[in-house]
């Protein structure tokens, strides 16, 4: 059985950082690209970031690009995603995500998800 189990939501001011974990069982991340998802309310989700495995390349949502870095842990099994600079646009639920070969900003082109980490950036 495939679970993601994300950690490391939480509530900052503008400007602060937070490091996202997303901890995988049930199939090995190494072979999979991976993507973080974010959901505000009342609004639709929308891909922040993606690490491939085709190709080993990563890529970014304009908004966070020079905020964010997602990495993967494979000895862990685990994905992260470092957000500094936080600004109260990045709130919401963050969810990770797996799927097969390459990346995709469609949330709906993922197999697997985690239950999602509350972030909420607020003065």
């Known amino acids: 059985q495939v679970q993601l189990v994300e950690s490391g939501g939480g509530s900052v001011q503008p400007g602060g950082s937070l490091r996202l974990s997303c901890a995988a069982s049930?199939?090995?991340?190494?072979?999979?690209?991976l993507g973080w998802f974010r959901q505000a309310p009342g609004k639709e989700r929308e891909g922040v970031s993606c690490t491939s495995s085709k190709d080993g390349n990563t890529y970014y949502k304009d908004s966070v690009k020079g905020r964010f870095t997602i990495s993967r842990d494979y000895a862990n099994n685990t994905l992260y995603l470092q957000m500094n600079n936080l600004n109260p646009e990045d709130t919401g639920i963050y969810y990770c995500?797996?799927?097969?070969?390459?990346?995709?900003?469609?949330?709906?082109?993922?197999?697997?998800w985690g239950q999602g980490t509350q972030v909420s950036v607020s003065s």
């Open positions: 995500a797996v799927r097969y070969p390459t990346c995709a900003w469609d949330w709906d082109a993922y197999r697997y």
């Open positions: 049930g199939l090995r991340l190494d072979y999979f690209s």
